[in-house]
């Protein structure tokens, strides 16, 4: 599998936060786009995602364009937005199945032995949204964003304040979904998913260029200034 991002851009009003963004990938790859806080990260991913529409651009899969083709992105793409897209009054198993009532994976099954059992979900299935932790929501927030079995992964700091024992679980997700083939495009501060990455890429001006990153968070700081 292979996605190309080309020439994505976008404006509110008349200011340009993303100009002329192209980078791309393939299968068993997680690709980093790291930046200063409010350089347009998340535009950049709301856009990918279909949250938000690009002014002009291309996202493209083993050639098929996803920018205005929601269904063929539904299937292709999971979400994980910074926000916590759950219902508060209903339990992480109620959550669940509303976005595995149509899914082609079984539920029970992901619970049992899957991704949703990785994930640690079953320790607080019956636990209402309002009730949960920041890290009981996040990785809920995953499993729903992984209901559909996709091909590409796209988290906006998904590991964000969180405690190193759900950072793990977060982690270790991540790498199994690289080593089954999937493409993982990710926004993130923290230096352990920056060492996830195998590309990194530098948001900045609206401007995204590719960083070779060799581990020196030193000399990642100072590109990020």
Not at 75 to 90: N, T
Not at 142 to 148: E, K, L, Q, T, V
Not at 198 to 218: A, F, M, W
Request: net charge neutral.
């Amino acid at each position: 599998m292979e996605l190309q991002v080309q020439h994505i851009k976008k404006c509110y009003r008349k200011k340009i936060v993303l100009e002329d963004i192209c980078f791309d990938g393939c299968s068993g790859e997680c690709i980093g786009i790291l930046g200063a806080n409010g350089c347009g990260k998340s535009t950049l991913l709301s856009v990918l995602a279909g949250v938000l529409s690009a002014d002009s651009g291309s996202f493209t899969v083993n050639g098929k364009e996803l920018l205005d083709n929601k269904l063929c992105k539904k299937s292709l793409i999971g979400y994980v937005p910074q926000g916590i897209p759950l219902i508060e009054e209903l339990t992480a198993k109620d959550n669940l199945k509303l976005w595995y009532c149509d899914s082609p994976l079984n539920m029970k099954e992901e619970l049992e032995k899957g991704m949703l059992a990785m994930l640690g979900i079953n320790d607080f299935l019956n636990v209402r949204v309002a009730k949960m932790s920041g890290g009981m929501k996040k990785r809920l927030s995953i499993g729903c964003a992984i209901s559909y079995n996709p091909q590409i992964l796209i988290m906006d700091e998904p590991s964000a304040a969180l405690d190193l024992i759900c950072k793990e679980r977060i982690h270790t997700y991540i790498r199994d979904f690289k080593s089954r083939g999937g493409i993982v495009i990710l926004a993130t501060h923290e230096e352990q998913e920056i060492n996830l990455c195998d590309r990194h890429y530098i948001l900045k001006n609206g401007v995204l260029n590719q960083l070779s990153y060799d581990g020196n968070v030193h000399m990642l700081v100072g590109k990020l200034i």
